[in-house]
Nanobody
Framework: QVQLVESGGGSVQSGGSLRLSCVHS????????VGWLRQAPGEEREGVAA???????TYADDVKGRFTISRDEAQNTVYLQMNNLQPEDTATYYC?????????????????????WGQGTQVTVSP
């Protein structure tokens, strides 16, 4: 059974940084797509970044240059480094995974469709 556990959320001021972690278990395939998505109150869930294998990454336009997704397979962990955080980044951030790695970009930008989800971690950015 695939399980995803997020951590690293918190409260920061505008311009600050946070690193989210997603520890995964239950799968080992490099073809899995692992994504970070977020949902603010009253808003739809949206994709932030996704990674597949060792070299494929994709990002939402409004986080490019500020957020970096990476993975450490020895630790079964996918990270989201978030720099220059802004109040509009405030949301609950979810880690998600899906075995359909060839659909990674589509899954991320659709914001839904990932098969497995974590419980979420809150990120709050104050002005």
């Amino acid at each position: 059974q695939v399980q995803l556990v997020e951590s690293g959320g918190g409260s920061v001021q505008s311009g600050g940084s946070l690193r989210l972690s997603c520890v995964h278990s239950g799968y080992t395939s490099d073809n899995y797509c692992v994504g970070w998505l977020r949902q603010a109150p009253g808003e739809e869930r949206e994709g932030v970044a996704a990674i597949k294998g060792e070299g494929y990454t994709t990002y939402a336009d409004d986080v490019k240059g500020r957020f970096t997704i990476s993975r450490d397979e020895a630790q079964n962990t996918v990270y989201l480094q978030m720099n220059n955080l802004q109040p509009e980044d405030t949301a609950t951030y979810y880690c998600a995974a899906d075995s359909r790695g060839d659909m990674c970009t589509l899954l991320l930008h659709a914001g839904v469709g990932f098969h497995y989800w974590g419980q979420g971690t809150q990120v709050t950015v104050s002005p």
